[in-house]
Every structure is written in structure tokens, then in C-alpha cells.
């Protein structure tokens, strides 16, 4: 609760995305990031953007980091192809871990933090 005595909503209650008045659900995406054959784990979170309100951001783990290098393209051109349009992620980034909650559940926040960070925008 701020000093105005709204209350904001934070951590996986808030997991969808609002990218320009679309609703957009992080599992969808990450289902179908799944099925691509050179991809071992994928995530994804909400990021904030100026004009959209919010832009998808997908963290991946590949099967095999040392074989064919798999780029940030190809992810794109996969989702193009089986999702609308919208919810192709804006962002990619190749991660070798995720940061994990003791009960091994993604911590989505921290994600949304370090996206922020590496990308160099601010955290809303």
C-alpha cells in the first residue's frame, strides 16, 4: 500500500501481461517456447515499455549452449509462425539458470529486475 492508500498488486498475482490492451499469458508463450527442439527450459515476463504499457521478455536455456547457436531470430521466427503476433517476445535472452525460490518456482520478479537491468530500462 502506498502513502495514498492505493494497493498494488505484485509477484505471481500479477503474472499477465498487458502489451497495448492485449492480455497476454506468460504460459502460453512459455508452452509453445517448449516444443522448439533446441530449447531445454524457457520463461517469461512482463517488462515495462513506454508506448505498449508492457513488452513480453523471454529468458531460454538451451538443450546444448555448445552445439548450433540458436539466435534470438530464430526464436522470433518460430513464435511468428505459431502465435499471434502480439505475443511474439520483444525480448530474448539466453540465460544459464533462473533464479529459483527454495521450492524451486521461478522467481518472476527477479527476472523482471535483471531484464530490466540488462536491457537498460527502468523497473516500474
Given at each position: ?33 517448449h516444443t522448439h ?13 513506454e508506448r505498449m ?6 529468458w531460454i536455456q ?63
Amino acid at each position: 500500500m502506498d502513502e495514498h492508500g492505493y494497493i498494488k498488486i505484485v509477484g505471481r498475482t500479477k503474472e499477465m501481461i498487458i502489451r497495448g490492451g492485449e492480455n497476454i499469458y506468460p504460459r502460453e508463450v512459455e508452452e509453445l517456447l517448449h516444443t522448439h527442439p533446441d530449447i531445454l527450459d524457457a520463461y517469461v515476463c512482463g517488462i515495462p515499455d513506454e508506448r505498449m504499457g508492457e513488452e513480453v521478455c523471454a529468458w531460454i536455456q538451451l538443450k546444448d549452449p555448445t552445439g548450433k547457436p540458436l539466435t534470438v531470430d530464430d526464436v522470433r521466427e518460430y513464435c511468428k509462425q505459431r502465435i499471434t503476433y502480439f505475443k511474439v517476445p520483444k525480448y530474448i535472452l539466453f540465460v544459464d539458470s533462473f533464479p529459483l525460490t527454495p521450492a524451486g518456482k521461478v522467481k518472476k520478479f527477479v527476472m523482471k529486475e535483471e531484464s530490466c537491468r540488462i536491457l537498460g530500462l527502468t523497473v516500474k
